[in-house]
C-alpha cells in the first residue's frame, strides 16, 4: 500500500511547519544575545 | 516557617528555562493523548483544528502567561492580585487545575513504571489485554471500587518520590533534571519511530494518521478535542508557564521563546503520531484486521494495542518494550513535576512556607488522593475527570484569562512588556485574539460541550457518577480558590 497523496501533503505541510518553524526560531534565539 | 523566600529563585540559563517549559508542555499527552484523541477525531482531519488552535490559542496565550509571569515575578495568585486583588481567585483557580491533573497523570505514569519493569519479561504475554484486566484488577464499571492494585501503588509511590526530590530545592534543581530528561525522550521516541516505519503494514496506518478526513471538520466536538489537546498540552492555561515565567531574568526573551517551546511540544506530538500509528498499522496488519477494527481508546493504545504489538516483534521486543516505557516516563515526568510547581509557588509566595516543607505537603496529599484511582474503577474515575477537567476546567481557565488580562486590565501593557524584552515584535492582531478571537472560540465550544453532556452524559455513565467525579471536583477547586484567596497572608494573619 502507497500513501495517498493527501497524506504526504499533510506530512509535507506539517513537517514545514513545525520542525522548519522550530528550526528558524532556534536560529533566532542562537543569533540572538538576549539570556 | 518563613525560611527561604526572601531570595529570589532564577533559571540557571535561557536554555535551563526553555528546556523545563518544553519538558513541562511534552508529557504522556503527546504519546498517550494525542494519538489517541487524533485516532478517535478522524485521524488526519484533526491535524487541521489542532495547528489551528496551536497558532490561534496555544502560542498566543502561552506568550501572554509568559509576559504575566516575567512582568509580575510571582506565582499566579500573586501575579493576578497584582493585576487587581479581587483577581487573586484566578491565578489560585488556575494552579489548583494541574495539581487535579497531577492526581491522575501520576497513576498513568505509575502504570507505565509497572510496565517498563514487565517489558523485561514481556510479562503481559501474547494477549495485552487480560494482562491489563489482571493488572489494574478492572471492575468493569465506575459503581464497583474494586481493589487497590499494588503495582500500581508501588509506582505511584516511586513518581511522587521523585516530584518531590526534583522540586523541593527550587528551580536550580529543576534545570539540572531537565538537560537529561527532555532530549533523552525525544531519541528514545526516534529510534522507536525508526523501528515502527520499518514493520510491514506501518504504511496503512500512517495513512489513516495522515490523510485527511474533511467531512470530520464539520463536528464541533473535534475543535473541541483540538483546543483542550492544546490547552492540556501546551501547559497553558494551568499556572504553569506564568510560574515558569517568574523565574526569569529581568533581560530574557518572551515571545521568540514561546515560539520554540510550542513548536517543539507540537512537534513530539507529531513525530509521536508516527511512532504510535506505525506499530498499530503493523498490529492490523499481522492480525489481519483493519484500523478501525482494532478498538483502541485511552489508555487501550498504550497499555494493550503497543504492548500486544511489542510482543510480535521479530527481534529485540524486550528492548524496544523498555525504550517504549522510558520515553514515557522521562516524557512524563517533567509535565508531573511541573503541575505540582505552580501551587508550591502559590504556597511558597503567600503564607512563605519554604519550597521544602510546601513540596512535602503538597506530595503527601497528591499521593494519597492519588490512591484513589489505585482501585480496580480507578480507570474509569480517572477518564471521567480527565474528561471534565480538560474539556471544562482548562477551557474555562483559558477563557476566564482572556477575559481579566483582555477586558478588565489594559492587554497593550503585557504587549509592551514582552515586546521590550523579546527579539520578535508582536503586534495589536495579538491584542485582538486575547481580546475577542480565543474567548469567542472557547466561550462558543463551552456552550456546546454543556449543552452535548447534559443532553448526551459522559459514555452514559449513571448521573451521580458523572457529577461526582466530574462535575463537583470542577466545582470544588472553583470554590477553593476563593477560599484561599481569603485566607490571610502571613504578616496579615500575624
Known amino acids: 500500500m502507497e500513501l495517498p497523496l493527501s497524506a504526504i501533503a499533510m506530512l509535507i ?14 536560529y533566532r534565539a542562537m543569533k540572538s544575545k538576549r539570556i | 516557617m518563613v525560611d527561604n523566600i526572601a531570595k529570589k529563585e532564577y533559571w540557571n540559563s535561557r536554555f535551563a528555562f526553555v528546556m ?28 487541521i483544528p489542532y495547528f489551528v488552535a496551536l497558532f490561534t ?40 487545575v494541574p495539581f487535579i491533573i497531577a492526581l491522575y497523570y501520576v497513576v498513568v505514569m505509575a502504570w507505565c513504571f ?129 510560574t515558569y515565567a517568574s523565574f526569569l531574568k529581568k533581560k530574557s526573551d518572551i515571545t521568540n521563546n514561546a515560539f520554540i517551546i510550542s513548536l517543539a511540544d507540537a512537534g513530539t506530538s507529531f513525530l509521536a503520531g508516527f511512532t504510535v500509528f506505525s506499530v498499530v498499522g503493523y498490529l492490523a496488519s499481522s492480525q489481519g484486521l483493519g484500523i478501525t477494527e482494532l478498538g ?17 516483534l521479530p527481534v529485540a521486543a524486550s528492548f524496544f518494550g523498555m525504550i517504549f516505557y522510558i520515553a514515557l516516563l522521562t516524557f512524563g515526568i517533567d509535565s508531573a513535576f511541573s503541575m ?26 497528591g499521593l494519597l488522593i492519588s490512591l484513589v484511582f489505585t482501585a480496580g474503577s480507578g480507570l474509569y474515575w480517572l477518564d471521567i475527570v480527565d474528561h471534565f ?19 478588565m486590565y489594559s492587554i497593550y ?7 521590550k524584552t523579546s527579539e520578535i515584535k508582536i503586534g495589536i492582531w495579538w491584542d485582538y485574539l486575547i481580546k475577542y478571537i480565543i474567548p469567542s472560540i472557547l466561550l462558543i465550544l463551552l456552550v456546546i460541550a454543556v449543552f452535548d453532556n447534559i443532553t448526551n452524559p459522559y459514555l452514559n455513565h449513571p448521573w451521580w457518577v458523572i457529577i461526582f467525579g466530574g462535575v463537583s471536583p470542577c466545582i470544588t477547586i472553583f470554590l477553593l480558590s476563593f477560599v484561599l484567596m481569603k485566607i490571610k497572608k502571613h504578616r496579615e494573619a500575624v
Open chain 1, 13 to 26: 505541510f506539517g513537517s514545514v511547519v513545525l520542525y522548519g518553524g522550530l528550526a528558524y526560531f532556534l
Open chain 2, 114 to 242: 509497572s510496565y517498563m519493569i514487565y517489558s523485561i519479561d514481556l510479562r503481559w504475554g501474547s494477549n495485552a489485554n487480560i494482562f491489563f484486566k489482571n493488572f489494574l484488577g478492572d471492575t468493569g464499571t465506575p459503581e464497583i471500587f474494586g481493589s487497590i492494585s499494588l503495582p500500581v501503588v508501588f509506582g505511584l509511590i516511586v513518581i511522587w518520590l521523585f516530584v518531590f526530590v526534583i522540586l523541593y530545592k527550587g528551580v536550580k534543581r529543576i534545570g539540572k533534571i531537565v538537560a537529561i530528561t527532555v532530549p533523552l525522550p525525544t531519541i528514545l521516541l526516534i529510534i522507536l519511530t525508526i523501528r515502527g516505519l520499518t514493520l510491514p503494514g506501518a504504511i496503512e496506518g500512517i495513512s489513516y494518521y495522515l490523510t485527511p478526513n474533511f467531512s470530520r471538520l464539520t463536528d464541533v466536538n473535534v475543535w473541541l478535542a483540538a483546543y483542550a489537546q492544546i490547552f492540556f498540552s501546551l501547559g497553558v492555561a494551568q499556572g504553569i508557564m506564568i
Open chain 2, 20 to 47: 523545563a517549559a518544553i519538558g513541562s508542555a511534552v508529557g504522556l499527552g503527546n504519546v498517550w493523548r494525542f494519538p489517541f484523541i487524533c485516532y478517535e477525531n478522524g485521524g488526519g482531519a484533526f491535524l
Open chain 2, 57 to 96: 490559542a496555544g502560542i498566543p496565550l502561552m506568550i501572554l502567561e509568559f509576559s504575566i509571569g516575567h512582568w509580575a515575578r510571582g506565582s499566579p495568585p500573586e501575579a493576578f492580585k497584582k493585576i487587581g486583588k479581587k483577581w487573586e481567585w484566578a491565578g489560585w483557580w488556575a494552579v489548583l
Open chain 2, 340 to 365: 505540582v510547581e505552580p501551587i508550591v509557588s502559590g504556597l511558597n509566595g503567600k503564607w512563605k512556607i519554604s519550597k521544602a516543607k510546601a513540596t512535602g505537603f503538597i506530595c503527601v496529599i
Open chain 2, 413 to 419: 501593557k503585557f504587549r509592551e512588556h514582552a515586546n
Open chain 2, 389 to 407: 477537567i480538560a474539556n471544562f476546567g482548562l477551557v474555562m481557565i483559558g477563557l476566564v484569562e482572556c477575559l481579566i488580562l483582555g477586558w
Open chain 2, 296 to 312: 483502541i481508546g485511552g489508555p487501550t493504545l498504550t497499555f494493550i494495542t503497543y504492548p500486544t504489538a511489542i510482543s510480535l
